[in-house]
């Protein structure tokens, strides 16, 4: 697709649950990112992808949260035994490689979040 | 403390006028800043960025001014259309790095047909 997918659109599920986000760049995009808002908040940065390698995780709130890319494409995002706190819109973005002396700054292209709701 | 501020949360404009959306800073290091805009239930489009090194960008009906000594950057839409209705936020990699966005809290602007 031409843009930043990200599946499924909504989840609701029990408290202890795991979960898992998915997340398709857009092609090309070596650099992919996870942000999280809860409601009423700004946009919370979780973790960095360049290419398969996470150089910053700085931004997973617990160990319950983990995240892989495989083929330098698809993320997943895994959240285990999940509390209510972690009820929020899951955004994904991408873009091309930002570091200096590669592309330098570049933009990021967001896609539709998943909404996720702990019950 | 928020490092990204968009002081106006909403704004109305009559089609074909001018929007000017504003948005003001606190760190000096800030070195790059985006536009963008976000629909209800969809993620943020981008929209427009600009470099600390230039004072102006241009990308058709948008465009975007950078004052570094005043912290300030604003994006003018011109001529306004209804279907550039949305939330506009404003942000900028921030904690030292060139990528962890973070953003203003958003100014409805809404075109009046």
């Known amino acids: 697709g031409a843009g930043v997918s990200q599946s499924p659109s909504n989840k609701v599920t029990e408290k202890g649950k795991d979960v898992e986000l998915r997340c398709d760049p857009i092609s090309g995009h070596t650099a992919l990112y996870w942000y999280r808002q809860s409601l009423g908040q700004g946009l919370e940065f979780l973790i960095y992808f360049q290419g398969n390698s996470a150089p910053d995780k700085s931004g997973l709130p617990s160990d319950r949260f983990s995240a892989e890319r495989t083929g330098g494409s698809v993320s997943t995002l895994t959240i285990q035994r999940t509390q209510q706190e972690d009820s929020a819109v899951y955004l994904c973005a991408s873009s091309l490689d930002h570091r200096e002396g590669v592309y330098g700054n570049q933009p990021q292209h967001f896609g539709d979040g998943t909404r996720l709701s702990i019950l | 403390d928020q490092q990204v501020k968009q002081n106006s949360p909403s704004l109305s404009v009559q089609e074909g006028r001018i929007s000017i959306l504003n948005c003001d800073y606190t760190n000096s290091m800030f070195d790059y800043f985006l536009w963008y805009k976000k629909y209800p239930a969809e993620g943020p489009t981008f929209l427009i960025s600009?470099?600390?090194?230039?004072d102006k960008n241009e990308d058709g009906r948008f465009t975007v001014f950078l004052n570094k000594s005043a912290k300030h950057l604003s994006l003018h839409i011109v001529p306004s259309q209804p279907g550039d209705s949305a939330v506009y936020f404003c942000?900028?990699?921030?904690?030292?790095?060139?990528?962890?966005?973070?953003f203003g809290k958003g100014t409805l602007l809404t075109v009046n047909p």
């Open positions: 600009i470099s600390s090194i230039k």
């Open positions: 942000a900028a990699p921030s904690g030292g790095s060139n990528y962890k966005l973070t």
